[in-house]
């Protein structure tokens, strides 16, 4: 499976935005599986991640990462949030939280809460992390999704590994949008 990030012009239209759904859970009671989902796009200045997930009680240290591969296959970014606010972004070993743009939501309904963000990262230090000189269509980069606490699930997860390992990292590709 290859998700796109779409390469758009201004800001994102989420609703026409692909979402890559967190659906991987290893060894988790089918009620402790929570749902989860990501959406991801470059523009011309940023590196755009919206991270959200649906629980019926998110504990404060509930956790949504979006893990990207460098050029040796290990994670060279991780950005992260939690239910409770806290947020943090690494890239190339370095912490960069204070280049990290963070806008949270909660919510609810009938099915229970809602939590999540919108995290932007400058597209230069994203590229550069990741070992990308020149964003193009049908460029590949490697990374995850991985959702933790209550339980660990992942977008993608084949691997007897752990999900933030890059043996469980999948495909993501650069898109024209």
Do not use: H
């Not at 970014?77 to 939501?105: H, I, N, P, Q, W």
């Amino acid at each position: 499976m290859t998700y796109n990030v779409c390469m758009i012009s201004g800001e994102p239209r989420y609703d026409s935005l692909p979402v890559l759904m967190v659906d991987r859970y290893r060894n988790t009671p089918v009620n402790d599986r929570m749902a989860a989902e990501a959406q991801f796009c470059l523009n011309e200045t940023e590196w755009i991640a919206r991270l959200w997930a649906f629980e019926t009680a998110p504990a404060p240290e509930s956790r949504m990462e979006a893990l990207f591969a460098g050029e040796d296959g290990r994670a060279a970014v991780r950005m992260y949030l939690t239910a409770g606010g806290a947020f943090g972004c690494e890239a190339a070993g370095r912490d960069v939280k204070e280049a990290l743009s963070v806008y949270a939501f909660t919510g609810g309904d009938l099915q229970g809460e809602y939590w999540g963000g919108v995290l932007r990262l400058p597209r230069e230090l994203f590229l550069d992390a990741v070992g990308i000189k020149t964003p193009e269509k049908g460029t590949i980069l490697m990374g995850n999704v991985v959702k933790r606490i209550p339980s660990v699930g992942a977008a993608f997860w084949e691997a007897p590994c752990d999900a933030d390992a890059p043996e469980a990292f999948g495909a993501f590709e650069l898109i024209d949008y």
